[in-house]
């Protein structure tokens, strides 16, 4: 019906259709998409011909791929093998490389399709041929040597320490307003809405009590959402817990540095998160709906697999008010056919407890403990009162400064303008180190709730373990040991953790009936009670010392 209308409104008429297109690269007036259609259309006319179609048009896609959404309906169209002309501005609008172009020439060809670009001629001759297809080359050439100019300058960017693409979850891309060289004009910095949130995410994860899952949930909670408002993938929080950008280490190319960008975790907190991914098998990540104290550290002997608690319901457990729990492996039964046998909760937790009796701290580790807690206090608080006289110093420069400008304003040394500007100037200064006073106010040395922590369980670990609540016990439990191995109901092997290993060696940490207190020992307490206080292991039995409350 519509073939009938053509013929009658147009006659014989030859059918033509439009293409324009631009990219990011060539965006310019005079190949804006409004140009190019309206040229096209001055050349249909001359050509004598009528636009069949609509104008087919991709905005902002490259020319360098085919997978453009417009362009595959216009060779779709072609194929009807009706269409006559094909006006574009220049060959360059079909396809910027050299074999694409090749492909769509050929097409074009089996669909009885001329193109007429506005610039340029396409005949049937040999020489017009080979001029176009040297015409298509020059075309590739240009935004090959774009990009390859683009990672150059990338590159030289990352060497000199700033990321030259786009910021991860929780930073920005901004413009620097006092850039010191032609490299950091745009540089990363962390988003004030979303940072506190990304930095909250690994010290959770590095609890062992979270899963990819629940970090997932806890961003959306707070408002860190993707770009349309919906959920981070769950791909993409677990990209995030693995990016070493976070810490400082920037990865580009198949370059690593250091970068220049504020950290928004520190380096024990990122390789202790790499480990509990990496042993995530080995670990009880998720969040469960029991709370059970032993999950993630008590292994089968029989199998190697972790094992499991779960609570049984029934009105003759009087005892437990109607349930009673136990612990078994996970391949007990019609799982996986373990041998090994049910262990009542209260029993093995009891024996771990027995375990916790053996812990203890020699009287000289305990000394190095107060010694250096008090050196780490007092060090705390000379540094914060030096960073506060500093800033002192800056303030009293200001007002000093203030002073003079407005001595020669009154001398008729200076304009009000030029008052006014030096005293806008001088107003940010104070403005700034205002700031940074009320961050120093903010800083507290050492959490004196941390300090008291710290020394209650190194003086006597036993009893402190017995008046924790379920999450810091298990917190110490991870803290001390690696693996619980269990056969026969009963614990027959126990590993320590790397940090309790070493003090062991060193006879500092661990007592029980192969070590005595007061031998001799060749290694300095004081040497193990910082590299302790710091270790990873330590992030786990004290999240507090990162400033969480809540495990």
């Known amino acids: 019906m519509r073939l009938k209308q053509d013929i009658t409104e147009h006659g014989d008429k030859p059918k033509c259709i439009l293409y324009a297109r631009v990219s990011t690269l060539d965006q ?40 453009r959404p417009s362009f595959q309906a216009l060779l779709s169209r072609c194929s009807k093998k009706d269409i006559k002309y094909l006006v574009v501005q220049d060959i360059s609008r079909l396809s910027r490389d050299t074999f694409e172009y090749c492909f769509i020439i050929s097409e074009l060809e ?63 891309n901004v413009v620097n307003k006092n850039p010191e060289g032609s490299y950091d004009k745009k540089i990363v910095i962390p988003d004030p809405d979303t940072a506190p949130f990304v930095r909250q995410a690994f010290k959770l994860y590095a609890t062992r009590d979270y899963a990819i899952y629940d970090i997932r949930q806890y961003l959306h909670k707070n408002g ?77 002997k029989d199998c190697g697999r972790r094992y499991v608690a779960e609570w049984h319901y029934h009105e003759k457990y009087k005892t437990g008010n109607g349930k009673i729990g136990m612990y078994h492996c996970s391949q007990t039964g019609k799982r996986g056919g373990c041998p090994s046998r049910y262990v009542l909760l209260t029993d093995l937790e009891d024996q771990v407890r027995q375990e916790v009796d053996k812990l203890a701290f020699t009287d000289e580790f305990i000394k190095a403990v107060e010694t250096n807690i008090t050196r780490v206090y007092d060090e705390s608080i000379d540094r914060i009162q030096h960073a506060k006289k500093a800033l002192f110093n800056k303030r009293d420069a200001v007002d000093q400064k203030r002073i003079k400008i407005e001595k020669d304003y009154f001398d008729n040394k200076l304009s009000a303008e030029q008052l006014q500007k030096f005293n806008t100037q001088l107003d940010a200064e104070a403005l700034v180190i205002q700031k940074e006073l009320l961050e120093q106010d903010k800083t507290n040395t050492i959490d004196t709730s941390i ?53 062991n060696e060193a006879k500092l940490g661990i007592l029980s009936a192969n070590w005595l207190p ?28 990162e400033g969480q409350g809540a495990y």
């Open 110 to 172: 089996k669909c009885g399709v001329k193109i007429v670009p506005l610039s340029g001629v396409i005949n049937g001759d040999p020489v017009s041929r080979t001029m176009n297809e040297m015409m298509a080359v020059m075309n590739a050439f240009f935004p090959r040597m774009t990009s390859y100019k683009v990672k150059q300058t990338a590159a030289e960017k990352f060497k000199a320490g700033y990321y030259p693409s786009w910021a991860p979850l929780g930073y920005l």
């Open 224 to 300: 860190v959402t993707g770009r349309k408002g919906k959920p981070i993938q769950y791909s993409i929080v677990g990209n995030m817990l693995k990016n070493s950008f976070y810490w400082g280490e920037m990865r580009h190319g198949g370059q690593v540095g250091k970068g220049k960008h504020e950290p928004l975790v520190d380096k024990p907190t990122f390789e202790l998160v790499q480990k509990i991914l990496s042993e995530k098998g080995d670990y009880g990540l998720r969040k469960r709906k029991h709370n059970f104290l032993l999950r993630g550290i008590v292994f089968c």
């Open 451 to 503: 300090i008291n922590e710290v020394l209650k369980l190194t003086r006597n670990i036993v009893q402190t373990y017995e008046d924790s609540d379920i999450d810091h016990k298990r917190a110490y439990l991870h803290f001390f040991f690696q693996k619980i191995w269990v056969q026969n109901k009963k614990i027959v092997e126990v590993e320590y953790t790397p940090a309790l290993q070493v003090l």
């Open 28 to 67: 310019v007036d005079n190949l804006s998409i409004e140009t190019q259609q309206i040229k096209g259309l001055e050349k249909i006319q001359e050509l004598g011909g009528y636009l069949a179609e609509d104008c087919y048009v991709d905005n902002g896609i490259s020319g360098t791929t085919l997978n």
């Open 518 to 545: 007061g031998e001799d020992s060749n290694l300095e307490p004081a040497d193990y009670i910082l590299s302790l206080h710091f270790c990873k292991e330590w992030t786990i039995f004290f999240p507090l010392l």
